[in-house]
């Protein structure tokens, strides 16, 4: 195969809320705000203590559910806007809270929002409020549905020359939207795949009591959760060795499955360690799972080995030596020594 070398024209679709369309699940939702747009709910008319940074609403199955968002331009020129709504979900690795981009398919709650048209241009300095709707399918399931309306820069941003590749960024701000579909709720959580990855050396001096708790958190309900987490490890006979409580992820969404890692300390050169992962998202409601190590000095255990085995041989030798000599006297013809007159 014959490759061309050519001249590409990528673009990047960075989606970003607040500063990205990627959060850290482990922080509380705030207003969506990248320095030259934001993407709110429409404040009410009446004003309130408490403003709305993100959205909190309810619907039946069937229903049509009405709300509003506001688009505020902060720069001096025009900007134009897709707008659409999209599925939130965690990603796979430490459970960050995002959001679906504007070709990727919508299944749940973003294919539920209407907007009342795709594009706006929102004029330098100035704001818009954009009514929308979320129809609530006849067979929604119970529980939270997350997701956001997202405003996307149409504008290509920051081009620039690497490596021959010309690359542009699109940037969005989404505002967060939950919706809590009426009916039953079944909060729970599963904790699998428990792992430990320590830092000990092969010889008892080397390599530290530093290690790496790997585990995977499922929301099998169907209901968002914080849940609390934590890890314990324990050496042989009970030890306590250490303790860790994580900070909680914030927004685990009803069915996804996030991997997370903890570092821990107290690891000795030669032990049993169980690793045991407990959550708890209320009193009696949770999980544990948990994992069993060796820790062993492999290297020094060699040595051991060969210690011991030359200790062996050597002894061994010596029994046979004592034993040959022992078996020459025996054998030795009997000499009689008669007295001379």
């Known amino acids: ?16 809320l607040g500063v990205g369309l990627v959060l850290l699940a482990g922080t509380e939702a705030v207003a969506a705000d990248n320095g030259a747009w934001s993407v709110t709910p429409t404040p009410p008319e009446v004003e309130t203590a408490t403003p709305r ?6 619907g039946e199955p069937g229903q049509v559910v009405k709300d509003s968002v506001r688009i505020q331009n ?3 020129k025009p900007i134009t806007f897709d707008l659409y709504g999209a599925d939130g979900y965690n990603t796979r690795a ?12 919508q299944t749940d709650v973003g294919a539920w929002i209407r907007m009342p048209f795709r594009r706006l241009t929102v004029a330098g300095r100035t704001q ?11 067979n929604a399931t119970p529980g939270d549905h997350v997701g956001g309306v997202v405003a996307l820069n149409t504008a290509i941003e920051g081009t620039q020359d690497a490596d021959d590749l010309k690359i542009g960024v699109q940037r969005a701000v989404g505002a967060r939207l939950y919706l809590r579909v009426a009916g039953p709720v079944t909060p729970d959580v599963t904790v699998t795949e428990v792992g430990l990855d ?6 008892p001096w080397t390599g530290s009591g530093n290690g790496t708790v790997t585990y995977t958190i499922e929301n099998t ?7 609390g987490t934590v890890i314990a490890l ?3 006979f009970g030890r306590e060795l250490d303790t860790v409580r994580p900070e909680a992820l914030v927004d685990l969404l009803p069915g996804q499955t996030v991997t997370l890692t903890e570092a821990v300390t107290g690891i000795g050169f030669l032990d049993r360690v169980t690793t045991s992962v407990s959550l708890e998202i209320s009193e009696g409601v949770g999980d544990t799972g948990q994992t069993v190590s060796w820790v062993i000095p492999w290297l020094a255990m060699a040595l051991l080995a060969l210690l011991l085995v030359g200790a062996a041989w050597w002894w061994r030798r010596r029994r046979n030596e004592r034993q040959r000599s022992f078996d020459s006297v025996r054998d030795a013809p009997l000499i009689t020594v008669s007295s001379v007159p």
């Open 1 to 16: 195969m014959t490759l061309v070398a050519r001249r590409v024209t990528a673009t990047l679709t960075a989606l970003i």
């Open 53 to 58: 940074n993100y959205f909190v609403l309810e």
């Open 74 to 76: 902060f720069t001096d």
């Open 94 to 105: 430490s459970g960050f809270f995002a959001l679906k981009g504007l070709e990727e398919p």
């Open 128 to 138: 818009a409020d954009v009514p929308f709707t979320i129809k609530v399918p006849d």
């Open 198 to 203: 320590h830092e000990r050396g092969w010889l």
């Open 221 to 227: 309900g169907n209901v968002r959760l914080a849940p």
């Open 234 to 236: 324990t050496g042989l």
